[in-house]
């Protein structure tokens, strides 16, 4: 099994910045994409920010311009720096990664505990 420890999350002012980490651990053969979704009250959960194993990234229109994901695969985990964050940011940030336990086995999704960021405005 894979699992996911999400780190980073917390209170900020308007445009301010978080950097959020997500680090996997546990019987892992392989990592493929990692990524970042939210979900904010009444809303449904979506996608905020991909990236592949050889580094494509994919990011809502949303955040464009203002978020970076990036991903260190020596340590297995991924990124989120947020910049000029709005109240609309506010959610619970899910960390998501689609991973091989072991060679034998399908790849899986993991999905972390998910970790809260509040924009103040």
């Known amino acids: 099994q894979v699992q996911l420890v999400e780190s980073g999350g917390g209170l900020v002012q308007s445009g301010g910045s978080l950097r959020l980490s997500c680090a996997a651990s546990g019987s892992i053969f392989r990592i493929y994409t990692m990524g970042w979704h939210r979900q904010a009250p009444g809303k449904q959960r979506e996608l905020v920010a991909s990236i592949t194993s050889d580094g494509r990234n994919t990011y809502v229109d949303s955040v464009k311009g203002r978020f970076t994901i990036s991903r260190d695969n020596a340590k297995n985990t991924v990124y989120l720096q947020m910049n000029s964050l709005d109240p609309e940011d506010t959610a619970v940030y899910y960390c998501?990664?689609?991973?091989?336990?072991?060679?034998?086995?399908?790849?899986?999704?993991?999905w972390g505990q998910g970790t809260q960021v509040t924009v103040s405005s």
């Open positions: 998501k990664v689609t991973a091989k336990a072991s060679i034998e086995v399908l790849a899986n999704i993991y």
